[in-house]
């Protein structure tokens, strides 16, 4: 029976869980690393590594997708970010984290700056422009596009030869209610259909409770994003009163995927963890609590490849009324560890932010699991920290 | 049935919750922020933000309250603050933030030098004088006085064309018992037979709990307010141990409401939410534990406008013998936002605190709420912060 | 039924509240600060405050004794402080923060500081004179002594002239089993029998538990002291791994108080708090959750009267092999306030820590409480802080 | 009934509780300290003081193994540290807190180094001669060896003369998996076979959950170590996700013992809790859940004569690819106590750190137990710190 208490009178809520709040407990077996694997495989495509990136230009360049191929997860390029707004954003990113730091008060700051730089219209043929390049890079080639903007976009990624697509704004439902420019009531876009009618995999979301789960792995979609990304410099439970107790969260997608499954007579739908993942252990415990990858964003902008040189900001900072997450300082300029160190390791760092996979392979190992599917029943215990 | 637990043997205490103990669901439809009214009507008056000021000298005066007004907002003078103490407050003001920072220790230090500044009488032809003031300002008038001085105070400002008037202590009953000069027992300030005779709209409070509120509504009030004004410089939970734990009072205050609505066969008594209330999200989470609109204080005293400079304090402040809360410094001096930037936006601030109202609007759409009253229905989940 | 919860297989505890784990909850009614009274009477000894003071040098000299009791509280001299240990400890005192501050650290800092001079031994005639200094200052005379050495002390503090006398060790139980030195068990002070052959009232204490407080009820004590004088500089569960949850401790020991008065007709046994009361909120709690008065040490320390010049230590600070808290500043030198803005005010300061009493006052009588003893039944709320 | 509570839909957690979340509660009667043991006996070999140390470099030499016994404790060598790595490591010991220091972090800082350190091979004829060092320096002789290396290293240890054989990894279970080289599955060490074979007491261990340690006890070991020797620098958690909260934990373990001695008709079986203990009040509260006797790191780290000087650090640590533990300064260099006086006093330090045993003994007097086996019953309290 759900945990849920009387908050007032007449008026119950549920208890939610973040993934601090969580830990793994051992079995009573064992098991030596190389025996654990932790591949991934969505759709026809299969990953070494149980990750996809966050859509952010402070981590994902069409050259950094490649190389994040190379060592086998997934770089997802912002289909609405820098690269598709500048022809040379090479340049750009390159003063960015200077011209982050100086950016005055009066000018509204580093977030000022950002909004500005991203004023600049989205263009289609640098959207084709930076698949054929990710193509070239190798690797699955996978592109973001806001819900918003999928009718748009969506055709020209995939005519430019995209493997994945991602549908993704921060509170993403099956039906979004807007109103026509003559004040009318219509249906935002209709994920359903339009998913029908393309033909590779549709990652959506996010969301975070059953219900939303459950109607967008009725779209079609190939994959789900569980949580609205967020990260240390994230505000949208200031700004918005929503949290995601990502714990909780994971726990209600899989019953959705688990009810979806048997409602569909087999279908599985992919689980993507977005948010309050940190360490090598917060992936674990993710991956415990149900989802089959990760979306990781901030503990990849330390790396010595990232284009943010150390900074992280994703698109709900670029946001041009009402910003939600501000810039962090991830690393600083001159001392970021390769991005090999960063998801594999060997490393000399005992943070848990470094060597990221292997620390779940170990988890994994000692907790006495050996694939991530049967990890996802691991047993967890409540334990305050 | 209520979350209540022995603390001791044969004791038993119900679980209270802040508003950061409680967040958001979103529904599994999202709607567009055009689609969203966040307007609210009290007796004959329309607002299109659910907003009425806390009765502070450092966020309202005759000018500001017209401002407010401008932007759809209500500014609530203070009827017992240095407008009506002061001919020319105006000066006083001005210098006011340096006084303050210059008081020193030796003479109580920033308190000490207000409770001199309040020390100086009220006067009811000044009282007159702001409200036509006000008047002339544009926007519904409103005034607060405490439950000591109603009497003497209201019908003064209610002949100056007063249109909605505050009767507001820290802690306010509908039945009050004091001791007169002789010594006898008697009743305070009779609050309906007084609120029965005004032919304006009243709004009593603060109170924080089911009894209290429903025996104010009995009084024939408006609105009542739930809460004393928790802020970041109250301290009224280590001087009295007196504590609200705003999300409860909210929905106890609801079912108060609730219960007054079927009692009277429909009148409709509204709730303010006073104190705690920081952010664009804890203002969503007030109207969807039952607000029908919040009183802010400090988050508006960062405003260009607010006469405070970027100081806050409130009638709390002052008390001549024990004052209950600090002045608390909100923005720098030359820092400040304009009042349309911290109430509705744009911004580049991701704060949580700026774009208040633009922020509840945006909330409810991604909860999937068109209206106050059903977001006041809204799903809560308890998560730890 | 008891908050008990399963810790770990086959083994349960219960759950323990502090004072900042709970609040209070004003009725329906309020009342004028002037109806209520908070006077204490204890045996034939009445008192404006529910005061007395810890047994501290820091803060109780027979003068500074005399001004509490001007005041309507009670100072309670440590029977083996310095004041019976040195001739002319009044120079000792006036050196004494320049000393703690000077101590190094290679001769043990500060407490290695109190230790030696607490090495000095207890004389008899110097209890015998301070008591008699006490009786000039006027008052009640109230002294502390340990259970080890109460045999010896008490009865030359009662034939001094002492009003009340005060047994007390950290923890104290009605049963100390001891061995003697030939290595024979033995029981320690048997505390019935010693205080039924006394002609003044003794208090005794601490304690933290039902079944303590009973027993020490049972041996004819006028009153229990629940806690052993959590400060802020306390370490005791630190070093013993003995925590007192005061509101749980309290509400615990008037259980005992009420089945004590049905077993024996009648007779009434005064609780007081001892720990972890800081400010007038934290008192009006302890009061609220059953306390006739409290014992209060750090909080006093900062008066300008007080022998420790704005630094607090106890008798578990100077404990020759291992001290159980440290010297606290409590306030600097030059900027202490007066005992009589303390306790009563008025006062310029928010904290709470100032006009302590009035604060009690007007907690009782914003929650609608008249007196202490119907305060004692007042409506608490669990509120996370 | 256990304390779970369902996280997400259809899936239910424990709560687990740690040390620092739980107080003991005094009983009616107090004792004397000097009727109190805390004397250990494990197969032949008896201890003053329940301590065995942590197998770490920072606190144990064949010297200090030697200082500890004479103390009444036993100091445990790791069989796979510096000791037994180096000819003479003396000198690196004596120069090491200066290099860690100057560690810079393009070599991977601290860590880096002792990686390197480290990286030079164990040799058997070290341990040989180390254990022979110990034995001159007096008391039982204990070595460390991890799972991986038993087979290899037990053999040379038991014969140089070890009294007590430590099998130690940091998750260690009855029954490792792991893969040959040529890639078949094939069991790990199997614990049972080979501790039947040797002939001296083995412990092993960590371990945190029932079924786990019920298996390790049944592999005959004459204790089982309950904990992952988490201490200040260390990440287990944020690196693996795998925390333990440590009441529970030996809680969990004692209920295994129980049922083991049923299941076996009387074998008793010790549990030695490892991490989360750093004061006196941490031990007592361990071994008041159910431990025999603790294992400590960090705390001696402190001593004069440890070989760290000051510095801790432990076998995660110095991990070759992946270290889930930091160096921690646990003093400066030259404000070292002795080790007398951290294990038994007197001190003049209040923090509960120094003194742990006479901590311990004060603890369990004025709690009222007379012996460690009594004491493991003793009442527990949930309090919040």
């Not at 990652?203 to 569980?226: D, E, K």
């Amino acid at each position: 029976m759900p945990d849920t208490v009387e908050i007032g009178l007449g008026r119950s809520a549920r208890r939610g869980y973040h993934l601090d709040e969580i830990a793994l407990v051992p079995t009573r077996r064992t098991r030596g690393s190389s025996m654990v694997s932790i591949a991934w495989q969505i759709d026809a495509h299969s990953f070494e590594l149980p990750l996809i990136t966050a859509p952010s230009d402070a981590i994902v360049s069409p050259d950094t997708a490649g190389a994040l191929g190379a060592l086998g997860g997934l770089g997802l390029l912002n289909g609405e970010g820098l690269w598709t707004r500048y022809d040379e954003p090479g340049p750009i990113l390159e003063k960015l984290r200077s011209q982050l730091e100086d950016a005055s008060l009066a000018d509204g700051g580093a977030l000022g700056y950002l909004q500005r730089l991203y004023a600049e219209p989205v263009k289609v043929d640098l959207l084709t422009r930076r698949i054929a390049e990710m193509r070239a890079a190798g690797g699955a080639v996978a592109v973001r596009v806001s819900p918003q903007h999928a009718e748009v976009l969506a055709p020209h990624a995939i005519a430019a030869g995209a493997d994945i697509l991602v549908i993704q704004g921060t509170v993403t439902s099956a039906e979004q209610v807007r109103r026509t420019d003559d004040g009318d009531t219509r249906s935002g876009l209709n994920l359903k259909t339009f998913i029908a009618a393309l033909d590779i995999p549709v990652i959506v979301g996010g969301c975070a409770n059953y219900q939303t789960a459950l109607h967008l792995m009725r779209t079609g979609a190939a994959g789900v994003i569980i949580g609205y990304g967020a990260h240390s410099g994230s505000t949208t439970a200031q700004a918005l009163g929503i949290d995601v107790p990502m714990a909780t969260a994971l726990i209600d997608g899989a019953a959705a995927r688990r009810d979806y499954l048997e409602e569909t007579g087999g279908r599985y739908v992919h689980l993507i963890a977005y948010g309050d993942t940190y360490t090598g252990g917060d992936i674990a415990k993710a991956l415990a609590c149900g989802a089959d990858a990760v979306m990781l964003g901030e503990p990849l902008a330390a790396a010595a490849e990232a284009p943010g040189r150390g900074l992280y900001w994703d698109p709900t900072a670029t946001h041009p009324r009402m910003p939600r997450s501000s810039v962090v300082e991830v690393a600083a300029e001159d001392e970021r560890p390769s991005l090999v160190e960063l998801l594999i390791g060997a490393t000399s760092d005992s943070s848990g932010e470094r060597s990221l996979f292997a620390s779940v392979r170990r988890a994994m190992a000692k907790c006495g699991y050996s694939t991530v599917k049967e990890f996802q029943r691991a047993e967890l215990i409540l334990s305050r920290r």
